[in-house]
């Protein structure tokens, strides 16, 4: 248990359907993340959101919109996908302190299928 | 470019061996690299964090070592265990801003019995 919890943790969805993943921190954290992992690639990062603000939108396409409500939630809102889009979507939160990038804790992921 | 490379890219050894996983990386300017082990399905959890004044640090079976000159860091895992089997990632944080974390591909190692 790392303190950030995501649902659903397995996602089907078809190219026309909206859905959205969640994610909640009990850390404490002032800053939350969302990547997506794809097979043997990197961790990408997509959003970033300090103090409840949008700071980093990584180029991420429209169809993708984040929501950040307070704190310690966030979601990432879906609609129109493409099969493409198929990946691991990963939260994290971190204690930023200034700049510098505080360490790490992501929840389990989020497996998203787009038939 | 900032990347991190790391090899080999995938790993396998028998239980109870040692192995040694790499990370180079170009990223510059530096604050810290830490390690991430990351079982099939799960999120990746952190193992070690160093700066750049730190050599080696080690959490349990895990010894991580920075040669910032070089710029190369490595994980070697002592008298491995089946639960070891995961992907290992290198991140490096660049200096100067809060989201600039440079991850690499990941080591895919499997431990056999």
Not at chain 1, 97 to 112: A, M, Q, T
Not at chain 2, 11 to 30: A, D, H
């Amino acid at each position: 248990e790392t303190g950030v919890t995501q649902t659903p943790r397995h996602l089907v969805m078809g190219m026309t359907n909206k859905k959205s993943l969640k994610c909640e921190q009990h850390l404490g954290h002032n800053a939350m993340y969302w990547y997506k992992q794809s097979a043997k690639k990197p961790l990408e990062l997509m959003f970033v959101y300090n103090f409840k603000e949008q700071t980093e939108n990584n180029s991420v396409p429209s169809r993708f919109s984040p929501e950040c409500p307070n704190s310690s939630h966030l979601f990432l809102h879906l609609h129109t996908l493409q099969p493409e889009d198929s990946a691991l979507y990963l939260c994290a939160s971190s204690q930023q302190d200034r700049e510098v990038p505080g360490e790490l804790f992501f929840g389990e992921g989020s497996r998203l299928t787009v038939l | 470019k900032n990347q991190v490379e790391q090899s080999p890219q995938s790993l396998i050894i028998l239980e109870g061996k040692n192995c040694t996983l790499q990370c180079n990386y170009t990223v510059s300017p530096f604050s810290n690299l830490r390690w991430y082990k990351q079982d099939t399905g799960r999120g990746p959890v952190s193992l070690t964090i160093m700066t750049f004044s730190e050599n080696t640090k080690s959490n349990g079976r895990y010894t991580a070592t920075l040669d910032a000159d070089t710029k190369q860091s490595s994980l070697h895992i002592t008298a491995s265990q089946l639960s070891d089997s995961a992907s290992y990632i290198c991140v490096v944080s660049k200096a100067g801003g809060y989201n600039k974390l440079i991850f690499g591909a990941g080591t895919r190692l499997a431990v056999h019995p």
